[in-house]
């Protein structure tokens, strides 16, 4: 079971705008910048969309944008297009003495109706 | 491009270990956090460790004491060795590399080798 949780599925149409949540707690999220997001297409190799909370790699579409509140991080990603229908990941350093440690959520399938 | 390369066996018996082998080309293997990332069949990603040019590693607290990395910098090369597998250790073995001097944001990844733990 993942320290970091999220919608196991949303949907949305073309064109419209979604966001997946990804709720951790003090010791992961709440307290740190170091949350990045994944984009999943099944066997294909994990993209990096989002790190530091907020930042898109060269390459990366500005219409995936991520955030943070409190212990929850989203991704939002506007005008939807067909081949965002994917699995989507967060991931965030996580500090729990004795041990820091990295933790990926159990991942969100988004599909496009 | 840097480009990663997941090798080894595809399939293991349950009690012996695993290993594999990343291969980095069109790069240097220093100055980065060289990362293992698995996924079980039907499941999410799972970090599995990483292991530092200078040498310095870190586990997940699920596997320690199971798992193991090295890196053969003459070689441009990173392993993975799992002990005392079980069927719970089936799945796509995947080596990643963060961005620079960070170990949570996997900028580049291999493209994934299944092991399947098995008699």
């Known amino acids: 079971q993942s320290v970091l949780t999220q919608p196991a599925s949303v949907s949305g149409s073309p064109g419209q705008s979604i966001t997946i949540s990804c709720t951790g707690t003090t010791s992961d999220i709440a307290n740190y910048l170091l949350v990045s997001w994944y984009q999943h297409h099944p066997g294909k190799a994990p993209k990096l969309l989002i790190y530091e909370v907020t930042k898109r790699p060269s390459g990366v579409s500005n219409r995936f944008s991520g955030s943070k509140s409190g212990n929850t991080a989203s991704l939002t990603i506007s005008g939807l297009q067909a081949e965002d229908e994917a699995d989507y990941y967060c991931c965030s350093h996580v500090q729990s003495l004795p041990f820091a440690y990295v933790a990926f959520g159990g991942g969100t399938k988004l599909t496009v109706l | 491009q840097v480009q990663l390369q997941e090798s080894g066996p595809g399939l293991v018996k349950p009690s012996e270990t695993l290993s594999l082998t990343c291969t980095v080309s069109?790069?240097?293997?220093?100055?980065?956090?060289w990362t293992w990332i698995r996924q079980p069949p039907g499941k999410g990603l799972e970090w599995v460790g990483y292991?530092?040019?200078?040498?310095?590693?870190n586990y997940s607290p699920s596997l320690r004491g199971r798992v193991t990395t090295s890196l053969d910098t003459s070689k441009n090369q990173f392993s993975l060795r799992l002990s005392s597998v079980t069927a719970a250790d089936t799945a796509v073995y995947y080596c990643?590399?963060?961005?620079?001097?960070?170990?949570?944001?996997?900028?580049?990844w291999g493209q994934g080798t299944m092991v399947i733990v098995s008699s």
């Open positions: 990643a590399r963060p961005l620079v001097g960070t170990t949570t944001f996997f900028e580049i």
């Open positions: 069109g790069g240097s293997i220093s100055g980065y956090y």
């Open positions: 292991i530092h040019y200078n040498g310095n590693t």
